[in-house]
């Protein structure tokens, strides 16, 4: 697929720049879509991490499918990796200091009995676009101003936004390309809106979602948008449904046809900001 052909050049800066600044923060978030808890993950990012304390944080939820995202969380602890869940816009936030520090309970224990002081906790935030990282950025410093540090010797000076006594954080997040590799991963970023739709032909995109659907929630675009039920055989039934719903919701283009782009666009967009219900593209073990 031509259209996924990042630059290698980029992927490598961005995990560059994660490298040298893991040497002075405590504890990774790594931030993914409830989702798509592994399509928007970075693999590298893993190898770089891979002896750093880490949460991984499942955003989103609100957005997911609670059940499928209650079995991600045990999935991934079973594997090692501290999990939350969390709706970054409406959820508390304190659960990840607390389990940061219960995290690095021992470290900052053994700093204590050195006699060195009792400090902040030193977050970096990386993930893939889109997945949250400003978001948690900006509750985390609720508006307020931020007052920026320069932490020389350390190889760049860092700047760090002070959040309180308790957490600091490096002020700009670690941004991640994702992996394309797979063909089913970039659908499934292009559905969650990680990356932007323009970058798959849109009835590709859209007859993916359909099937998807079909399989795991029938009836459920005859429901939402009010038309008969129609069984997916194959192409033909895909455009019977676009013209079912353009009819429907009088997406016309005049003499009576269909505006496919804008069902289609529509139907994308009902999906990613959650209307057509809590959705998740990704089921453990699958
Ligand atoms: N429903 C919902 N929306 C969220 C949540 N977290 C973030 N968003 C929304 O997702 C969109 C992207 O969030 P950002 O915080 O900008 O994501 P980012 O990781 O900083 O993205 P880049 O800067 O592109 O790397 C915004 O519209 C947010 O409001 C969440 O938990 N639930
Ligand atoms: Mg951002």
Redesign the pocket.
Known sequence: MKQFQWFPGHMTKALKEIQDKIKVIDIVLE?VDSRAPLASENPELQKIIANKPRIRIL?????ANDKLSDEWKKYFEQNGIPTLC????NNSLSVINDLARKLLKDKFEKEQNKGLKSRAVRYLIA?I????????INRLCKKKVTIAENRPGVTKAQQWIKINKQMELLDT?G?LWPNFEDKRVGVKLALIGTIKSSILPMDILFSELVEFLNKNYKGLLSRYYDIEDINIVDEKSIEKIIVAIGIKRGYLLGEGKVDETRVITTIIKDFQN?KLGRISLERVGE
């Open positions: 931030l955003t989103k939820k609100d957005l969390l709706d970054l816009n993930g676009p889109n997945v949250g990282k400003s978001t948690l997040p941004v959650g």
